[in-house]
């Protein structure tokens, strides 16, 4: 279930792909889609839940706000859940550092709803507390994961799990389809899995491993994606077909067709989602760059970046705090190279045979990267362009086949190795420059002493 948004976005006229902040909701919008979300699953207070009044009327959410709950017993009866928001706000007050009154930026946590249960064991408070988490993860989670533990606590019902290409899932995991059936790059959650051998599974299918359910409507895909889910499916059906028109909800899935990604942060799940070539290009990494498993050379290069990357970030300790931070675009580019490369991209030969040649791919396509950086998704016009400059990388980064051993530097720290490089370059002191002047100077008048040549008087060397 995807989350709720509390924010407006819309595309960027200077930059086309992109988005830049709008507005934020109405905090009566947000609210009426949280009803709807605990009606969902089950989880509404069951004697009121309101909106408390300062937040009707059109109300905006405020922009950056951090939602927090809190459910305890009440004063009389019953057991209540408060939810508050803290953001910054201008408040008319004494300040505490001057004892003068006026406006004052600071963070406020007011109440923002509250939800109210007339039962008071202890069940009921665990009920509510469940209330509490669905409410969080909303906005900042995946409701499925955590409904589908609380059952399996609660029955005592051992928790299903499937092994798919990439890792083992449960209910409420976020998985993405491979290439491999017809719900390609399509990317849900699972709702459940049917363990093969079960009389359930017998009604199901006769398929010859576990059944995997997954909701492929549960992520909020954009209408450009939609669209073009929309012309897959109709060529499929050979008729037009609408993304409402199309059973996704509930797909059964074997295994071998889905990838696991709980890993990944909602921000890689999203810029996946929202292009086909990014679903593509990921699961490709995992099946060889079609349904194949990898193949020894992108094995061979994968470890060499792994290698690469293990080297780089042993270098980073011997450096300073100040020296991290001039680096940090350097350490971000570097970062984001090694993610895309070994868990992104799928290779061809030719890009396998040419990426081989260097004794550090990874280096060569991060500098490449931190000349680029405005989304991952970019990374791929990164490397097509070091194949296009290929002839002159090739002559620029040092490669495998180098007669010569690389020159390794002797291990001095890194503050040190810089004090020498630039020790040439610097500028002298100010009190190295007057002891320069005052010796000029001195030189100067001994050489008029000696010499019956009258010397202008205004002559003086001047001190930069």
Excluded at 100 to 110: A, C, F, S
Excluded at 385 to 397: C, G, K, M, T
Aim: charged share 30%.
């Amino acid at each position: 279930m995807a989350i709720i948004e509390t924010e407006v976005w819309k595309p960027n006229p200077d930059r086309p792909g992109t988005l830049v902040f709008d507005s934020t909701r109405a905090a009566q919008d947000v609210f009426k889609d949280l009803e709807k979300h605990l009606n969902a699953v089950g989880r509404m207070p069951d004697e009121y839940f309101l909106l408390n009044m300062e937040w009707r009327d059109g109300k905006p959410f405020p922009k950056d706000a951090t939602l927090s709950c809190e459910v305890n017993f009440g004063g009389s009866e019953g057991i209540y859940l408060d939810i508050s928001i803290a953001y910054k706000k201008d408040v008319y007050e004494y300040s505490r550092e001057n004892g003068e009154l006026g406006w004052h930026n600071r963070t406020v946590i007011e109440r923002f709803a509250t939800g109210k249960t007339l039962g008071e064991t202890n069940e009921d408070l665990d009920r509510m507390n469940l209330t509490a988490s669905s409410v969080t993860s909303a906005f900042y989670g995946y409701e499925d994961g955590v409904h589908a533990r609380y059952i399996a606590v609660k029955h005592d019902v051992p928790e299903k799990t499937a092994k798919t290409l990439f890792g083992d899932v449960k209910p409420g995991d976020w998985v993405i389809s491979a290439g491999n059936n017809d719900y390609a790059y399509l990317i849900g959650t699972v709702k459940d899995i049917t363990k093969l051998g079960t009389p359930e599974h017998a009604a199901e299918t006769d398929n010859d491993t576990d059944n995997i359910h997954v909701d492929f409507t549960a992520f909020d895909y954009p209408p450009e994606r939609i669209k073009e889910i929309e012309e897959v499916f109709s060529d499929l059906y050979d008729e037009p077909k609408t993304f409402d028109e199309i059973a996704l909800d509930d797909v059964i899935m074997a295994p071998k067709m889905l990838i696991n990604i709980s890993n990944l942060s909602h921000d890689e799940i999203t810029r996946m989602g929202d292009l086909r070539a990014n679903c593509e290009s990921f699961c490709n990494c995992f099946m060889g760059g079609g349904n194949e498993p990898k193949s020894s050379k992108e094995i061979e290069l994968i470890e060499r970046i792994e290698k690469n990357y293990a080297d780089y970030q042993k270098s980073l300790l011997g450096f300073g705090k100040q020296e991290l931070i001039d680096m940090a675009g350097k350490i971000s580019a570097t970062s984001d190279a090694h993610s895309y490369m070994t868990h992104w991209h799928g290779y061809d030969e030719h890009e396998l045979d040419y990426l081989l040649e260097f004794q550090n791919p990874l280096e060569v396509l991060a500098d490449e990267w931190r000349d680029r950086q405005i989304d991952l998704s970019d990374m791929s016009f990164a490397m097509e362009h070091i194949y296009e400059r290929s002839d002159s990388l090739l002559e620029q980064y040092p490669v495998i086949h180098d007669s010569k051993t690389p020159t390794i530097e002797p291990e001095t720290a890194p503050p040190e190795k810089a004090a020498n490089l630039f020790a040439s370059k610097a500028k002298p002191s100010l009190m190295g420059r007057l002891a320069e002047a005052d010796a000029e100077a001195k030189a100067y008048n001994a050489q008029r002493a000696q010499s019956p040549v009258n010397i202008n008087k205004n002559n003086k060397k001047e001190i930069d």
